[in-house]
Structures are given as structure tokens and as C-alpha cells.
């Protein structure tokens, strides 16, 4: 019924990619994944009486007009990333110490960012990641145990696509880094305050931890949408 139903829209559809049918049927997987409805059409390479004797037929992937540039950006983005053309999203993440929510969101990103982040991380009085965290980050396969504190003054002139403060104190206090694509600000308790008894204080160093995940894996969705991959 979906397919009928695009048939009626037919006229507001436009080809976005042709080929032949195998790669045509991955490219229309590709845009489906994506949210864009399509549809396609087999045709005949000319040549002969009987064309399908000649050579393989071929499939027009077709797409709603309005979408016909989002969907040419993400087939552009499949071929490079299929040829390892695309270059990495560069991404910084900041807090004052650099030993908990910082230390987490790189090692998030880096491990399910499916290889198209460069991700560091950072603080404006590092300390490097402290054993709790590299314990609670290991206990749902995360290893971040080679990392290390690094200034954030480190970082000012690099190319940056995101600069991402995870406390409020580095937000205020995070320096200008002149030529960085977006900067964000993502709000986090600081598990180096927490008070309590210790089983109290992981639990809420564990709530952290899955809040970060949270957001790094929304961060993930929402980057791919903006850039049709």
C-alpha cells in the first residue's frame, strides 16, 4: 500500500541516483535509513531488439522533490564514506577538571561514534581521569584508562567542528577558540561534589555517567541528520 501510495505522488518525484539494480537497491536502503521516502523505476539500457539480453538492467532511485538536496548530500556522503574520503568531525569536550564527565563523554563518543568523530576532551584545571571513573566507565565496556588531563589552552586554534562544555563552571570560564564550527553547552551534576556515603555516591556518579551517554548518543543522531549521513 506504501508503494501505491508513492505511485500517486509520482509526479512530485525526481531521480536522485540510477545505476544498476543491486547498487540501487543499497543506495534506496541507504535513504530509507535516513527518513526519506523513495521509490524506484527498472529500466532497459538501449542497445538491441532485446535490451535485457545485452546487459543488466538498471533501477532509478527516485525521491519527493522537496528532499531531492538532502538526499543527494546523503548519497554524496555514502560514496566518501564507502571510499574513507570523509574527513572526521572534530569534537572537544570540556569541564573544570577533566576527570569525570569530560573523561566520559570522549570515551562515549569515541566508542560509539562509529569511527566518523575525532573526540578529546579537556578541562581549565585538569586532573586526569580518576579511578572511579575509569571503574564505572569500564563496567558497561568503556575503556578509557589511557586517558590523560590535558589543558584546554591546548586546543585554541585548532580546528574544531564542536566545542562542548559539560559543567557550568567551564562554561563560564572555557576560553574563546576562534574558527569552531558550534559551541554547546551540556549541563551535568559534578560526581566530584557528591556527599554521602560511598554506595551513594556511585549510584549517583552511575546517573551521571548514563546521562552523558544519553546525550552523546542524541548528539550522534543529531549530527548525522544535519549532514545526510
Known amino acids: ?8 505522488q509520482y509526479v512530485d518525484m525526481v ?34 531488439i532485446f535490451p535485457s539480453m545485452m546487459s543488466q538492467a538498471g533501477m532509478k532511485v527516485k525521491v519527493l522533490a522537496p528532499y531531492a538536496e538532502s538526499a543527494a548530500q546523503i548519497i554524496e556522503n ?16 570540556v569541564c573544570t577538571h577533566n576527570k569525570y564527565r ?5 570515551g562515549f563518543l569515541d ?18 581521569p580518576t579511578p572511579a571513573a575509569i571503574r564505572l566507565m569500564d563496567e558497561i ?5 589511557d586517558h590523560r588531563g590535558r589543558h584546554v589552552d591546548e586546543f585554541v586554534g585548532e580546528n ?35 556527599l554521602g556515603p560511598p554506595e551513594e555516591i556511585e549510584k549517583k556518579t552511575r546517573d551521571v555517567r548514563d546521562a552523558i551517554r544519553d546525550r552523546v548518543i542524541e548528539f550522534i543522531r543529531t549530527v548525522a541528520k544535519r549532514i545526510g549521513n
Open 1 to 8: 500500500m506504501a508503494q501505491d501510495n508513492d505511485r500517486l
Open 15 to 48: 531521480t536522485v541516483w540510477s545505476g544498476d539494480s543491486p547498487r540501487g537497491e543499497v543506495m534506496r536502503a541507504v535513504l530509507n535509513a535516513r527518513g526519506l521516502r523513495t521509490i524506484t523505476d527498472d529500466w532497459l539500457p538501449s542497445g538491441g
Open 78 to 93: 555514502a560514496k566518501k564514506e564507502a571510499a574513507g574520503e570523509l574527513d572526521p568531525i572534530r569534537v572537544l569536550f
Open 102 to 106: 569530560s573523561q566520559m563523554a570522549e
Open 111 to 128: 566508542a560509539l561514534g562509529g569511527g566518523r568523530f575525532e573526540v578529546y576532551s579537556a578541562g581549565t584545571n585538569p586532573q586526569g
Open 141 to 145: 565496556g568503556v575503556d578509557i584508562s
Open 160 to 194: 574544531l567542528d564542536y566545542v562542548i562544555t559539560v559543567c557550568d563552571d567551564a562554561n563560564e570560564s572555557c576560553p574563546v577558540f576562534p574558527g569552531v564550527g558550534e559551541r554547546l553547552h551540556w549541563s551535568f551534576d559534578d560526581p566530584s561534589k557528591f
